[in-house]
């Protein structure tokens, strides 16, 4: 899945260079030339990343509505560039990051690329692949149990397991991560158990090697669908 950008300028210098940049960060970029435009467009469309040109006449305006009609979570984070009153722009708008114009390319790669880290970690954060591999989870009097990975994200997974079930009992999980050789193993608490033999679990405590190796290989999941 490849993240999606908009840029919102009529300054075709600059944005053929935000263009390079996006593109090599692997992100879809559309451009607007008119800010009014542009607000439709974000009111229909997923925009991971927006980046205005506070030089374009009618930003303001852009900045007020998005604030009261675009539900802040649907396109993040806005970046600007370069304005007269900078400052005061990215107040308004809320935005998380800002560069000048005319474009440095160092810092607009470092700000982008910035930008970009911070979209993959929210959707990696709560993003779940689904996954069919065995998973073996150990109780607090070591006590072995096997059962079904269902789900798998960084902040736990879901598991099917067969009757008889104790949820006090799992204290431990382990697993193989499908198409390497590399396997998961950390402490878990129960968040949740239904009737049907499903079970919601939390990580606890991971080895943060481990924890970089999961983050990884889900970014891998994410943009292979």
Known sequence: MTLSSMVVSRDWQEVSVLECILGGLHMDVAV??????ALSRLANSKIDALIVDCDLNGTGQLFRELQREIPRANTVPLVIMGATQGKRDMEESGAMFAFDKPISV???VRTLS????MILDGRLRYHRAGVEVPVTLSGRRRKRMSAQLINLSQGGLQIRVKDGFDPSEASLVSFSLPGTNNSVKAEVEVAWVDERGNVGIRFVQ???QMKHTLRLWLA???FAN
């Open 32 to 37: 607007e030339s008119e800010p009014q435009r």
């Open 114 to 117: 910035a930008a970009r880290n």
């Open 206 to 208: 991971m080895a943060p």
């Open 220 to 222: 891998q999941q994410y």
């Open 106 to 108: 160092e810092q607009a």
